[in-house]
């Protein structure tokens, strides 16, 4: 069988559709459904054209090369939806600030360590968001022990989200307080995050199925609308590593649509639909 889709530009079959779920599957421990076939044709044949490459079957023989390594990334990110935005699911945050930072605040001022972890920062939004946060419970926080991690698989998002800037249209979600305190404006209608907040996060490019090179435990994780992509095996060793990384009492936020199936055996209470406490 030729193609899989009419009209394509590019040939496109259905051994071409199972490389594809194999290659996401042993690099991102993404599960692509039958059903994505069409999907994976739209989202990857602009690569192709990009490229010069007229057949699924080249392009994928480069990807697997050394050579193409760097495509390999764009490859993954491609396969993924980087839709954010500003304090999405405000009941995270209202949590954040009324039950987690109050007490954070006081082992930061007592000498304590604090750190915070965005697992899927796409272009930034949600660690920023969470950055308002600290600064709104804690104003002095970049004066203390306190971080933010904020990491993603694709570095071209990583980067964006890093620089902190943004349209200023797509700021809707923060109050006009929060931007007069925490941006400024840089040219080209954007707005950019400056201050003592930006002492806050820190962004790094990290695959959340691989090794993770990170020290130390964390007060609060958002790990929100990833596992999505993933099947239950390996959604559930996900969410007990992520459970690892907690410190006692520490919380995990996860997308509308997701839960933790596997509350016992990470020690995790579900204390809200999206929101879990791990046992002290």
């Known amino acids: 069988m030729k193609s899989v889709m009419p009209g394509a530009e590019a040939e496109y079959t259905d051994n071409d559709f199972q490389r594809v779920r194999g290659i996401a599957f042993e690099e991102a421990g993404i599960s692509l459904p039958v059903s994505k076939k069409t999907l994976v044709y739209s989202r990857l044949s602009r690569r192709l054209r990009e490229l010069g490459y007229h057949s699924f079957h080249a392009y994928l023989d480069f990807v697997k090369t050394p050579a193409g390594q760097a495509e390999?990334?764009?490859?993954?990110?491609?396969?993924?939806?980087?839709?954010?935005?500003?304090?999405?699911?405000?009941?995270?945050?209202?949590?954040?600030?009324?039950e987690v930072l109050p007490h954070l605040a006081c082992t930061a001022r007592s000498g304590g360590r604090v750190r915070?972890?965005?697992?899927?920062?796409?272009?930034?939004?949600?660690?920023?968001?969470?950055?308002?946060?600290?600064?709104?419970?804690?104003?002095?926080?970049?004066?203390?022990?306190?971080?933010?991690?904020?990491?993603?698989?694709?570095?071209?998002?990583v980067e964006q989200a890093a620089s902190?800037?943004?349209?200023?249209?797509?700021?809707?979600?923060?109050?006009?307080?929060?931007?007069?305190?925490?941006?400024?404006?840089?040219?080209?209608?954007?707005?950019?995050?400056?201050?003592?907040?930006?002492?806050?996060?820190?962004?790094?490019?990290?695959?959340?199925?691989?090794?993770?090179?990170i020290k130390g435990t964390f007060s609060a994780i958002f790990c929100r609308n990833v596992v999505i992509y993933f099947d239950d095996e390996t959604r559930?060793?996900?969410?007990?590593?992520?459970a690892d990384r907690l410190e006692?009492?520490?919380?995990?936020?996860?997308?509308?649509?997701?839960?933790v199936a596997t509350t016992i055996q990470c020690r995790l209470e579900q204390v809200a639909p999206t929101i879990y406490r791990k046992d002290s």
């Open 72 to 98: 390999m990334e764009k490859l993954i990110c491609a396969l993924t939806t980087n839709v954010t935005s500003f304090f999405r699911e405000k009941k995270h945050f209202e949590h954040l600030e009324a």
């Open 116 to 157: 915070l972890w965005s697992a899927a920062c796409s272009t930034g939004q949600e660690p920023w968001s969470m950055a308002m946060s600290v600064m709104s419970v804690i104003p002095d926080a970049p004066s203390y022990d306190i971080r933010l991690l904020a990491t993603d698989i694709n570095s071209e998002v």
């Open 164 to 213: 902190g800037t943004y349209p200023a249209s797509e700021t809707d979600g923060i109050s006009a307080e929060n931007r007069k305190k925490y941006m400024e404006p840089c040219g080209d209608g954007k707005l950019r995050f400056a201050g003592p907040i930006c002492k806050l996060p820190a962004f790094r490019v990290l695959n959340l199925n691989a090794d993770w090179p």
């Open 236 to 242: 559930e060793k996900l969410w007990r590593r992520l």
């Open 248 to 259: 006692p009492g520490g919380f995990l936020y996860v997308g509308h649509s997701e839960r």
